[in-house]
C-alpha cells in the first residue's frame, strides 16, 4: 500500500512559540497533539497542500517556509509519509477553525503532549533546529 503524503506545517512565530492542536476524537489517531496539516491532494504541491491546509484549519496564509523532514511511518492501519516544513512567516492570526483547541508552546515544552508516534522524530527535529 503506498503511503499516504501528508504536508505538516510547523508553524513558529516571532518569540519562537511554535502551533500545536488537537485532532478530533473520531480521527485517525485522536485525541492526541498533531502540528497542522493534512493530505496532500492530486496535482498539488506540498507548499501548495500546506498553504490550503493552513487556510482551512488555522485561516492564516504563510509566507517564508523551508523543509525540515520527511517522516516515513506505518501505523499497521496506514502508512504515511509526513513531508514537514518550518513556517516562520505567515499572516493572520491563527484560529481553530474546525473547532479543534490550539496551543502555542515552546520547543521544550513540546516534550510534554502526546502525540502520533511518528511525531517524535519531528519534535527532535523542531528541538534541534530552535533550540529549547
Ligand atoms: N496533520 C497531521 N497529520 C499527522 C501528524 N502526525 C501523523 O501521524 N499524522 C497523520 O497523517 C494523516 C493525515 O493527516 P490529516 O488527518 O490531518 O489529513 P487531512 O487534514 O487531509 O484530513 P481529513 O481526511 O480530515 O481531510 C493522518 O493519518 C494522521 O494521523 C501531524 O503532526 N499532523
Ligand atoms: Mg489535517
Known amino acids: 500500500m503506498a ?3 501528508v504536508a505538516v506545517a510547523v508553524v513558529v512565530d516571532a518569540r519562537q512559540q511554535v502551533l500545536i492542536s488537537r485532532r478530533a476524537t473520531a480521527a485517525h489517531q485522536g485525541g492526541l497533539w498533531e502540528f497542522p ?4 491532494e492530486p496535482g498539488e504541491s506540498v507548499n501548495e497542500a500546506l498553504a490550503r491546509e493552513l487556510r482551512e484549519e488555522l485561516g492564516i496564509e504563510p509566507g517564508a517556509s523551508r523543509p525540515l523532514l520527511l517522516v516515513p ?18 499572516r493572520g492570526e491563527a484560529r481553530g477553525l474546525e473547532g479543534q483547541p490550539l ?13 502520533p508516534a511518528a511525531n517524535l522524530a519531528i519534535v527532535d527535529a523542531v528541538q534541534q533546529a530552535l533550540g529549547d
Not at 73 to 90: C, E, I, S
Not at 107 to 115: G, H
Open 37 to 40: 496539516g493534512g493530505k496532500v
Open 73 to 90: 511511518f506505518d501505523y499497521g492501519d496506514k502508512a504515511v509519509l509526513l513531508d514537514v516544513h518550518l513556517v516562520t512567516q505567515f
Open 103 to 115: 496551543a502555542w508552546v515552546s520547543p521544550a515544552q513540546l516534550s510534554q503532549y502526546r502525540f
Open 3 to 5: 503511503a499516504l503524503h
